[in-house]
């Protein structure tokens, strides 16, 4: 699927703004987008709306410290590796992005304000596996793109990722969940893919470094492999 002119589409967006609900969320599914933009001389803005407090997940996270804090670590530290200079981890509720729609809605519409983007990167529609802010947050950025002049890039998945894995803990209707089809497969450099998996690596309180993880992540092909649909 990879498309030459869709290529061309996407790096002629000059100022874009990456806004994803969760720390991590920027890295698993658009760490190489990020750096492939930065190499290029855009401006990007990556925006994570929450610092993923009510995560199930506390790899290496001992009982008195606190997640909020750690996975603020974790994202400064992904940040350095990602080369990125424009970023803003938010305090909106994890697990509340459509209970809070009106207040992320205002805060969004004043970045966008201030940066005019050509772009927003955002999951697809079903939040590739449903998660409930997944879904709100997009549903919020194509509200305000009949607002504001900006187009859509969705971070999806290609057909080798099977989504119920994930949808059956997150999502409401786990069988309904049927993420968009890519039109553009971004092909992930060698110093792209390491630093992507160097990024992946940091976040240690979420993802639990074994065979069965390496094993999943090269089977989804997300190591080298990075899914969009441009919709333009």
Sequence with gaps: MQSDEKYKSLVSFNRLILAVPHPDDETYYSAGLIQRLNS???????????????????????????????????????????????????????????????????????????????????????????????????????????????EIIYLTVGSSYNTFEDAVHMAKDPDSIKPIEPDLVLKLTSLETINKLRAILAYKSQFKFDLEFVWKLLRRRLLTREFLKLNV
């Design 40 to 150: 290029l001389g855009k401006f990007l803005k990556v925006i994570v709306m929450t610092k993923g407090e009510n995560s199930t997940l506390r790899y290496g996270v001992l009982e008195n410290e606190n997640l909020p804090d750690v996975r603020e670590k974790e994202f400064m530290k992904i940040i350095r590796i990602l080369g990125v200079t424009h970023y803003a981890l938010n305090k909106f509720k994890d697990g509340g992005i459509e209970s809070e729609s009106d207040k992320v809605s205002k805060y969004l519409s004043s970045e966008i304000e201030g940066i005019k983007p050509d772009a927003v990167v955002t999951y697809e529609p079903s939040g590739v596996y449903g998660h409930p802010d997944h879904v709100a947050l997009t549903k919020i950025i194509e509200e305000l793109s009949k607002i504001y002049p900006f």
